[in-house]
């Protein structure tokens, strides 16, 4: 897998949004790593889920969900279903969003998942904290920046990240999302 985990605006690493994944995550078991799931309230999408690091990448579409979209109804996420056509589209399909789920990778002043809004208002200093509906769920609190447009720090509620609470996840999606 691509190396070099550094979390900037509009990427991960060689993995940047609006572009198809990088070719050295194009390999022979691309498949293995296809996810079908719903998020949110109930947006289905076409992922790529790895372990190291630990990232949730998002296409544009897939399979699933124009499954779903064709059916006008929810369907079950089947991931076995769509797998071998989700790694072909996965050559030409643009990236949406990349979920940064665990440590490794991390901004230039070093927040990562792990940090906490301590560590992040360091790092910079115009940061806010709101809240939001659940994505993944346990999610329901965000922190973001003016200078990391499109880059979200995630925590499980605001009154946790107040009290010292770790960032759970971090959400690189394109900028004014």
Excluded: N
């Amino acid at each position: 897998m691509t190396t070099g985990w550094r979390i900037a605006v509009g990427q991960v690493g060689a993995i940047k949004l609006g572009s198809p994944l990088p070719a050295d995550l194009l390999d022979d078991d691309l498949a293995t790593h296809y996810v079908a799931r719903y998020i949110a309230d109930g947006q289905p999408v076409d992922a790529f889920s790895y372990d190291k690091p630990a990232l949730l990448i998002i296409l544009a579409s897939g399979p699933f969900g124009t499954r779903v979209e064709a059916a006008h109804e929810r369907i079950p996420p089947r991931s076995d279903v769509s797998r071998a056509e989700a790694a072909e589209l996965a050559h030409e399909v643009p990236v949406k969003t990349i979920m940064v789920r665990g440590s490794g990778p991390a901004t230039d002043s070093g927040a990562g998942v792990g940090s906490t809004l301590v560590d992040l208002q360091r790092g910079y200093g115009d940061l806010k904290l709101s809240p939001l509906p659940e994505t993944l769920g346990g999610d329901t609190c965000r922190a973001h920046s003016k200078s990391l447009p499109g880059i979200q720090f995630m925590f499980s509620t605001c009154s946790r990240a107040k009290a010292g609470a770790p960032v759970i996840r971090i959400d690189v999606m394109p900028p004014g999302e």
